[in-house]
């Protein structure tokens, strides 16, 4: 490489007896200059196949090698025409090449991209890969991780969420970016999105430490784990429902950078190669679905791992039967996860039925593509060094930024920090159990969120909790919020049922003026509670107990048993 220090200035006319000198023409030497200024970024291209580096063939499009002599080489923004410069690759253990490179032209920011490209043999159409070709991509950037500054991987937009999905959980302690892209129409076409969407990616992937695995497309950079297909035929492909992009690519490149994962341990980047889709299946919950379906996929052979897609919020059919074959599964060791079937959301135990596949062992996926659900799970089955249970947990577990663990509905409490929505929570929990109402009235002000239909870390929301005490003015106050009476906790139970339980009649009194009525899982129980308390009542027991129970018995009655 030039230095400064190496480029002697021109003289025309040297003193007679001066040393030589060596003489450069002005347009070497600033050649020369600006390669000393100008920074370099190098970029490894590993081309799998797909749409973008297709050309048409006799039945359709087909993939085509030679990708960058004849789609890059001759475009100016993937070529300043600087000379030919060879630059070490891995091909496979054992076995380095040397392979030609082409370079940018300068960015805004001062930098050009060097980068080469290694392609596949034989290149995929990405609706053929599989674990094994995964496998093959994370291996390739494992031997190259020490040559290159950044990899861009170019695949078939079909599994392109699988894949990135996949190399998400397989790859661990990364340091550098891997993006990976595609095109809905091949460069070789005059009318393409190829061009940008390689473009973007060698952008980001030469400019910015973005220390994950992404997924570029139509100007937009996700998190690969959070992207889905979500169109056939626009440019506009992929989405990532529930979560923002992490880098938009426009004139200029804007970055979010408080939603950039980065490595947190010590240790050295690693890949893991051995997981397997043959042990894991999906399956989509629609109305009508028979027991025996879900049975016969629950005894495939080496079946270890089970994708549920559910209705809206992790809902399914409230069928017993099919209660007791899921149950049957996890009690086989068979890893079940419950993912909704909407674009956005999450699962949770708002509505009955989710929380009966919870009972029956099935594991909340919270707000996980399909894609990362299935990739997730090969890996954590394929690691020999986790039992079924830690599987069980690592599925609702933020392993890479794949989910939201901390979802509207919280199931534990937390260890040690509290967010700024739990801390208030907690707090307006113990206000009301103190019958602190003015407390109550500064902790609402206060915070900036509406808290009165969270539920907190055991499950209520601030109505469950009022339901049962004293302080009707409390209760009154949240009603006139708009608190929701038709929530129902962890355990089933909505806050006008908390009510009755605890015989406070003037409660239930207010909560039925409010619209509340006991939901219909609630009602066997509520009768056989009403029945012990006339039981209890017609036995004679006087004193606090009788007057209790006939409290109980009118609670009841004014709740609609």
């Known amino acids: ?65 030679g990708f960058l002599d004849s789609c890059l080489k001759p475009q100016p923004c993937f070529n300043d025409g600087s000379p030919v410069k060879e630059v070490p690759v891995i091909v496979s253990d054992g076995d380095i090449r040397m392979f030609e490179t082409l370079r940018t032209p300068p960015s805004k920011h001062s930098r050009r991209i060097r980068f080469a490209a290694l392609e596949f043999s034989p290149l995929l159409d990405s609706s053929s890969i ?9 291996r390739a950037i494992q031997r190259n991780y020490r040559l290159f500054d950044a990899f861009v991987i170019l695949h078939g937009t079909d599994s392109l969420a699988y894949t990135s999905s996949a190399l998400s959980f397989m790859v661990s302690n990364l340091g550098k970016p891997v993006i990976l892209t595609g095109s809905q129409a091949p460069m070789s076409e005059l009318q393409n999105d190829a061009t940008d969407n390689l473009l973007g990616s060698l952008i980001i992937a030469g400019h910015y430490m973005i220390p994950e695995v992404c997924l570029f497309f139509n100007h937009k950079l996700f998190r690969g784990n959070r992207a889905t297909k979500t169109n056939a ?24 950078w408080p939603l950039i994962e980065r490595p947190s341990t010590m240790q050295a980047f690693s890949v893991q190669t051995s997981l397997s889709t ?3 299946a999906c399956l989509r919950i629609f109305p009508g679905i028979l ?13 270890r791992g089970l994708v549920l897609e559910t209705f809206g919020a992790g809902n399914a059919p409230e069928d017993d039967e099919l209660i007791g074959v899921l149950e049957e599964g996890v009690k086989r060791g068979v890893v079940i996860v419950n993912v909704t079937q909407c674009q956005v959301g999450t699962v949770s135990p708002l509505y009955a039925s989710a929380t009966a596949l919870a009972k029956a062992g099935v594991v909340f996926g919270l707000d996980m593509t399909s894609e990362a659900a299935l990739t997730k799970l090969s890996c954590l089955l394929a690691n020999p060094s986790l039992s079924v249970d830690d599987i069980r947990q690592q599925m609702s577990r933020s392993i890479c930024g794949e989910l939201t663990e901390q979802a ?53 929301t601030p109505l469950h909790l009022v339901a049962t005490c004293a302080n009707i003015d409390i209760l009154r106050d949240f009603l006139s919020q708009g608190a929701s009476v038709h929530l129902r906790n962890r355990d089933g139970r909505t806050p006008l049922f908390l009510a009755a339980e605890a015989g406070i009649e003037g409660n239930v009194e207010l909560l039925k003026e409010s619209g509340a009525h006991l939901h219909a899982d609630e009602l066997d129980l509520a009768t056989l509670l009403k029945t012990q308390a006339e039981e209890g009542h017609g036995n004679g027991n006087g004193g606090a107990n009788g007057n209790s129970s006939e409290c109980r018995v009118r609670c009841w009655n004014l709740a609609g048993v």
């Open 1 to 65: 490489m030039l230095t400064l220090s190496s480029v002697t200035t021109r003289t025309n006319t040297p003193a007679a007896g001066s040393p030589t000198t060596a003489v450069y023409p002005p347009d070497v030497l600033d050649v020369a200059v600006e390669q000393v200024k100008m920074a370099e970024s190098r970029v490894l291209l590993i081309m799998t196949g797909g749409t973008i580096c297709m050309v048409r063939g006799p039945n359709g499009y087909v993939p085509a090698t």
């Open 130 to 138: 599989n674990a094994k070709g995964w496998g093959e991509i994370a």
């Open 233 to 256: 035929h626009d440019f506009h492909a992929f989405a990532s429902p529930n979560f923002p992009p992490l880098a938009r690519v426009g004139i200029s490149a804007s970055i979010n």
């Open 278 to 280: 043959a042990h894991v």
């Open 291 to 303: 027991p025996e379906m879900v049975r016969g996929v629950l005894r495939l052979k080496d079946l």
């Open 408 to 460: 509207e509905i919280h199931f534990s409490h937390p260890n040690s920090f509290l967010s700024p929505k739990l801390a208030s929570l907690t707090a307006l929990g113990y206000a009301i159990a103190n019958g602190q109402h003015e407390e109550i009235t500064a902790i609402l002000k206060e915070t900036k969120e509406f808290l009165l239909n969270e539920f907190d870390y055991s499950g209520n």
